[in-house]
């Protein structure tokens, strides 16, 4: 196993541009120009990011971090540093091994803008009625219950409704205004034949009514 970097090793590999890709043209022969990707020696074109070689440059990364951990410990157990340098490698310390402060903001435990809604609709649902005009001032009006009659039976619904026109032996039954009620096609079929019959009687009445008034009148002399 590798002995872990120290802090000047660490700083001039990170360097930009001093980490140079270690893997050589196959064509020039010449070293690759790219630098290398950050914990391992070789560029991304060069397999910086195949697995085995990202697998490297984590254990490289960590072992560096062991080594900054151990250099911000000095600095925070060290007198003759500023005691604002100490008290943020006391942090940084803390924050490494997970113990860092937490930074956070509490809030009070109050109803959402929806939960809000949905409450004030809740309390309106289950007021009644008296209560909801007693809170807006208006007088409670006193009503009986009446209860409501049953229902008619099906076939008294259904059933047309009948005048004495409507009888066979009614003297106005063949004059009986027609209503719009729905018939059968069969009685529908012989009251528009009855219908037709009585108007052809009517135009020939007529018609023989006109040619009498005709032969009695006077012929103009000339």
Not at 67 to 77: E, I, N, S
Not at 81 to 101: S, T, Y
Not at 116 to 130: E, L, N, S
Request: charged content about 25%.
């Amino acid at each position: 196993m590798a002995e872990p970097l120290d802090r000047a090793d660490l700083l001039r590999d990170l360097a930009a541009g001093d980490h140079q890709c270690t893997a050589r043209s196959k064509r020039t022969g010449k070293r690759c120009q790219l630098p290398a990707m950050l914990g391992s020696n070789v560029c991304r074109s060069h397999g910086g990011a195949a697995p085995q070689t990202r697998e490297k440059a984590k254990r490289r990364l960590e072992q560096a971090a062991d080594v900054l951990v151990q250099r911000l410990l000095q600095f925070a157990l060290d007198g003759q540093v500023a005691d604002n340098v100490a008290l943020q490698a006391i942090r940084d310390a803390l924050d490494r091994a997970g113990m860092a402060v937490r930074q956070g903001v509490d809030v009070g435990v109050a109803l959402k803008p929806w939960e809000q809604i949905m409450a004030d609709v809740a309390d309106v649902a289950t007021i009644t009625r008296a209560e909801s005009l007693a809170r807006r001032g208006l007088p409670v009006i006193d009503a009986d219950i009446v209860p409501i009659d049953p229902p008619e039976s099906r076939a008294d619904v259904d059933a047309p409704m009948r005048t004495p026109a409507d009888a066979p032996d009614a003297p106005t039954a063949a004059t009986a205004t027609p209503t719009r009620q729905l018939e059968p096609l069969d009685d529908a079929t012989a009251d528009a034949g009855q219908a037709n019959r009585a108007n052809a009687a009517r135009q020939a009445k007529a018609k023989r009514v006109s040619v009498s008034h005709s032969r009695r009148s006077p012929r103009p002399q000339g």
